[in-house]
Every structure is written in structure tokens, then in C-alpha cells.
């Protein structure tokens, strides 16, 4: 018991003291995971948007592919991104593989797939409400789908909540592509594998502690958002 109480209470202290090596990982990981999330966004939310509103051969079959890469073992997601950065592979040249571009790259692609589903389950019942209206209005494909992202925009922050714990949580994917290097890739969950196997629980505590901690306080930004949006739009 004393043991546990003594390795919290190291924990703490390397919050309270700001220890580089915790605020080098957590810096990194808030800047990959925020890549990811803002690139997922940019291209998830418009892919679901364009699936709730398109009707256009084959969109069955992509709503099931969408739908099953949602849970794709982020394992297999870095050894396909592993080989097409390698040297063998096609974009070996630019020189990715083992830096923070390959882990943004790896977790954009898990993320996509889970805010594209989720954005076409929001997006498709206020479709299924408002179409006649848009189709009287002889609104186009392009405009009703702009207008829907708009008009969903709150609704649409589960998404990208879901796609940002998607990001923080990954472990095997950016171990595969960024190498966990000290200095150079190691992220809060690698960090957290890495240190805990090497017995350095007060540190891995830490970082485990910082990552439910900008968990909670984005979900808790975000509720707060969208009850003013509620309050304020109806």
C-alpha cells in the first residue's frame, strides 16, 4: 500500500515540478494527435456528410467499408503505413518513416474511417428531415451537403471528440511508424508502454494522468459548447 501511495505521490510531484521529459512527450502527443484530428476533420466530416446525402452506385458497399475499418486494428493500419513509407515502398523517397509525419499520417487513417460513420448517422437524420426542402429549394448536392455540415456543426463535435480519443489513445500504430524515439517520438501511450515494462511507474502515472486529464476537460469544453449552442439556436 505503501508503495502505491509513494508512486502517486512521485507522479504528482513530476507534474508539480513540470519534468521535462513528461512535458516533452505531452507536447508531442498533443501536437501529433492534433494533426490527425484536424486532418480527420477535414476529410471524415465531409466523407460522412457526402454518404448521408449522396445516393450514387456502390455507396451501400462504402457505408460497409466505412463502417468496418471504424474498428481496424490499429496494428495493421501502421504496417500498411510502415510500407509505403519504407524505402521499398512508393513514397520511401520523401523520408517519413520513424518521425512525428509518419504518426500523423498513421493516425489520420484511423481516425477518418470512425468520424466519417459518425458523421454520416448525424448527418443523415437531418437529411432525412429537411430533404423535400432542400429539393424544393433546388438546392445542389454540393450546397446541401455545405449546408448540412453547417447546420450540424454542433451535433458534429461528438465526431471529432471520437476521433481525438481515437488519436490519443493509439499505441501500436505509432510504434510501428515513429519508432518510439526519445526525443523524437515518443508519445504520451508509447511513453506509458515503454516506462511501465522498464518499472518507471511514477512517470508513466504521470502521463497517464495528463492523458485522461485533456480527455476530460475537451469533453467537458465541448458539452459546454454545444448547451450554449442549444441555449442560444434552440
Not at 463502417?67 to 490499429?74: D, F, I, Q, T
Not at 519504407?86 to 517519413?96: C, D, N, W
Not at 458523421?119 to 449546408?147: C, G, H, K, N, P
Request: proline share 3%; aromatic share 6%; net charge neutral.
Amino acid at each position: 500500500m505503501y508503495g502505491l501511495a509513494a508512486t502517486f505521490s512521485d507522479a504528482f510531484a513530476l507534474l508539480a515540478t513540470f519534468d521535462h521529459r513528461a512535458v516533452e512527450i505531452v507536447s508531442l502527443s498533443l501536437q501529433v494527435s492534433g494533426s490527425a484530428v484536424i486532418l480527420g476533420t477535414l476529410l471524415g466530416l465531409p466523407l460522412g456528410a457526402c454518404l448521408a446525402v449522396g445516393r450514387f452506385p456502390g455507396r451501400s458497399a462504402a457505408l460497409v467499408v466505412i463502417n468496418g475499418l471504424m474498428g481496424a486494428p490499429s496494428v495493421v493500419v501502421g504496417v500498411v503505413v510502415y510500407l509505403i513509407l519504407s524505402r521499398s515502398g512508393p513514397l520511401g523517397e520523401l523520408g517519413m518513416l520513424y518521425t512525428p509525419a509518419a504518426m500523423v499520417a498513421a493516425q489520420t487513417l484511423l481516425v477518418v474511417p470512425l468520424m466519417a460513420a459518425i458523421a454520416r448517422q448525424i448527418i443523415d437524420d437531418t437529411w432525412q428531415r429537411y430533404a423535400e426542402e432542400f429539393r424544393a429549394m433546388r438546392f445542389t448536392w454540393l450546397q446541401s451537403v455545405t449546408t448540412l455540415l453547417y447546420d450540424c456543426r454542433h451535433s458534429l463535435l461528438v465526431a471529432v471528440l471520437a476521433g481525438l480519443g481515437r488519436a490519443m489513445s493509439e499505441v501500436g500504430a505509432v510504434m510501428i511508424v515513429g519508432g518510439n524515439i526519445d526525443h523524437a517520438t515518443r508519445v504520451m501511450t508509447t511513453a506509458i508502454a515503454l516506462e511501465t515494462s522498464k518499472g518507471d511507474l511514477p512517470l508513466a502515472i504521470a502521463l497517464g494522468i495528463v492523458l485522461v486529464a485533456v480527455i476530460l476537460v475537451l469533453n467537458a469544453a465541448a458539452f459546454a459548447m454545444r448547451a450554449w449552442a442549444m441555449r442560444r439556436y434552440g
